[in-house]
């Protein structure tokens, strides 16, 4: 499986829950999460996707994680397509 397959899932999951699933740009920002979730109800999430094996949080993502929850966010990586259905059962 391929990362690729773990983000269509969040864009699916998402999508079908009357969310938006945006694609951030790192311009500028490298290291920050690949996706910020928008749910009904206010909920929002940055996700960082990973590949199934061997997908690694590098140290610059890791500070972007800390720095985001630090301000409240909700920051999670999924590297499953597992992992990405429990974002939605949380």
Request: contains cysteine; charged residues 20%; proline residues 4%.
């Amino acid at each position: 499986m391929l990362e690729e397959s773990v983000e269509a899932r969040l864009i699916s999951l998402t999508t079908r829950r009357g969310g938006v699933c945006i694609k951030l740009n790192p311009a500028g920002y490298k290291g920050i999460p690949d996706r910020l979730v928008v749910l009904p109800g206010g909920r929002v999430m940055f996700v960082e996707l990973k590949r199934p094996k061997g997908g690694v949080v590098s140290g610059l993502q890791s500070w972007w994680h800390e720095t985001l929850k630090g301000l409240g966010a909700e920051v999670h990586v999924a590297s499953t397509l597992g992992a990405v259905e429990a974002l939605f059962t949380a």
